[in-house]
């Protein structure tokens, strides 16, 4: 049983990594589809993409819940607003002018600050996470969005590629994080991550 407690973290982070790659695997041929103007296409696979980013958000808001409740709370908070938000532009359900990735910058950038905190996951791949979310917020300026796109895109890219490979191959630092989740004193999992308001809560 100790031996199956060990490995288990690693597993589901390397599952995390999973998820993380089926989004930019459907992600890209959304992207490919609209290119051939096969929009409907391109539609469903958008869709699709989305619906690993939620699994993504929630299997992170678990995984980081033991850095900071409440940040990870309110990371999977602005990642799923930034999900809702592209959704609805998808099918035209409502002209919102906000751009999703107004959503996904602060995210990232939590998610990155997370990282660097944990210390079960490399600090770097927090640097690299929090810069890109950065990047995704300077598209509050029209100026330099119009300027950086391709820079910004590139290490948003680079940024979240890395954290899924990593998170693929070597999963996570066991050890530490089960020292995080015994001083938080719970569990991760997906039970866990939808039921938001526990009973540490109501301490």
């Known amino acids: 049983m100790e031996r199956i407690r060990e490995v288990s ?3 589901k982070a390397r599952i995390t990594g999973v998820v993380y790659l089926l ?29 690993w980013y939620v699994i993504l958000t929630l299997l992170f808001y678990a995984m980081f819940k033991p850095v900071n409740r409440c940040l990870s709370l309110i990371a999977a908070l602005f990642s799923l607003a930034g999900c809702a938000v592209m959704t609805l532009g998808l099918f035209h359900l409502a002209s919102l002018p906000v751009s ?10 939590l998610v990155g600050y997370l990282i660097f905190r944990s210390t079960f996951l490399p600090r770097l791949l927090g640097v690299f996470m929090a810069l890109a979310g950065v990047g995704w917020l300077a598209f509050l300026s029209p100026t330099l969005a119009h300027y950086l796109s391709l820079s910004i895109e590139g290490l948003g890219i680079f940024a979240e590629a890395s954290l899924m490979l990593w998170l693929i191959v070597m999963g996570l630092n066991v050890q530490r994080w089960n020292e995080l989740v015994s001083a938080a004193g719970e569990p991760w999992s997906i039970d866990s991550a939808v039921r938001v308001h526990s009973r540490h809560e109501a301490i």
């Open 9 to 11: 973290p690693r597993f």
């Open 23 to 51: 989004y930019f695997l459907t992600a890209v041929l959304a992207q490919f589809l609209v290119g051939r103007k096969l929009v409907a296409y391109s539609n469903a696979a958008n869709l699709i993409a989305t619906g």
């Open 100 to 109: 999703p990735l107004l959503f996904f910058g602060p995210y990232c950038l």
